[in-house]
């Protein structure tokens, strides 16, 4: 019997690191929207940049009882994109960002193009550290193309 207490007096466990404990973080969530998801499930990337998107899908007035939320870009598609719609725009685009804490904006450009209104997005997503850039085209015919 003494020789058993031997051995778990020998069994040494490694200690947990607490830093990477810490920093991995995993978000999830589900979308009925993107068509490549198994089981409509969505994790940590793809959720943050889908729950994005439904914000600029939204366009700004349609949330019951947050007539602020949502995108001002629907509403601007047929105006000429002068300084100053330009300017309403970035300050909407930076708005959704800033909105979610998962994500910074490190650039925003918005220009115009055949049939609507392009804004290209670079985000820098918190807690991995990482960048993406994101190109969203609004199109006249009221349709959000992702590229």
């Not at 949330?63 to 509403?75: A, K, T």
């Not at 960002?97 to 392009?118: F, H, L």
Request: overall charge negative; hydrophobic content about 40%.
């Amino acid at each position: 019997m003494t020789s058993n207490n031997n051995l778990y007096d020998k069994i040494v466990l490694p200690a947990v690191n607490t830093l990477t404990s810490n920093m991995t973080k995993m978000y999830k969530g589900f979308s009925t929207v993107s068509a490549n998801t198994e089981n409509y499930n969505l994790y940590d990337f793809e959720l943050i940049k889908q729950d994005i998107l439904n914000h600029f899908y939204t366009r700004q007035g349609e949330r019951l009882m947050n007539p602020s939320f949502g995108c001002v870009i629907w509403d601007l598609l047929f105006e000429p994109l002068t300084e100053q719609v330009k300017g309403v725009i970035l300050q909407n685009v930076n708005t959704i960002v800033n909105y979610d804490p998962r994500v910074k904006s490190e650039n925003v450009t918005v220009t115009a193009y055949d049939t609507g209104i392009q804004v290209q997005l670079t985000l820098l997503f918190v807690p991995y550290n990482l960048q993406q850039t994101m190109q969203l085209s609004f199109d006249q015919a009221n349709n959000l193309v992702v590229q």
